[in-house]
């Protein structure tokens, strides 16, 4: 076994090419686990991790909000309200500014349930995003999309989980979830 004692540990989210703290190109040392990135001039292992980010169901009876917002990593598809966390808040915290944000709707911490946390990857970066469930009624607010040319849409439940709405198979599995539906996906 590693003593892991013995150097410190560097968590990143994304493969560095320099050291973040020296500036050093960063090496690769073997471990128990395998090739590690390593900075050999500060004894540094730097340990790959996933980005906490967050994502909200907001439930209106059988319809459910949804984002439709011109940027590339939306183009396409319908999104669920959302982002990523800030390192000093939790993730009910996190969910509460973003829908705020990106809707304003406002809530309160204890009108979210956790419906489950779900594990992304691209190439270069990971999240976990915790998803959390909200009913409209326990909202307050006047609906309004956060940019110009941003829309907020009010889709059917059953249109989202029939596949009749552009949305990603991981968010139509999560709107399942949130209304205690079978994905048929
Ligand atoms: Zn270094």
Request: one cysteine or more; a negative charge.
């Amino acid at each position: 076994m590693e003593d892991y004692d013995e150097f410190r540990i560097y968590s990143v989210a994304v493969d560095p090419e320099y050291c973040p703290q020296c500036g050093s190109e960063v090496g690769s040392r073997e471990f128990d686990g395998g090739p590690m990135d390593w900075c050999g001039d500060c004894e540094m292992v730097f340990a790959r991790t996933p980005v906490s980010a967050v994502h909200v169901v907001v439930r209106d009876d059988d319809h459910v909000l949804l984002l439709d917002e011109p940027i590339p990593q939306h183009d396409g598809v319908l999104s669920l309200p959302g982002g990523h966390a800030h390192h000093d808040e939790g993730p009910r915290e996190a969910v509460l500014r973003e829908l705020q944000e990106e809707t304003a709707l406002a809530a309160t911490s204890d009108a979210l349930s956790l419906v489950t946390v779900y594990h992304a990857e691209t190439d270069a970066v990971a999240f976990h995003f915790a998803t959390y469930a909200l009913d409209y009624a326990d909202a307050t607010g006047t609906l309004a999309p956060e940019a110009d040319g941003f829309e907020i849409r009010r889709e059917l439940v059953d249109d989202v989980i029939d596949g009749v709405v552009p949305i990603r198979d991981s968010d139509r599995e999560r709107v399942a979830a949130a209304f205690d539906r079978e994905n048929p996906v």
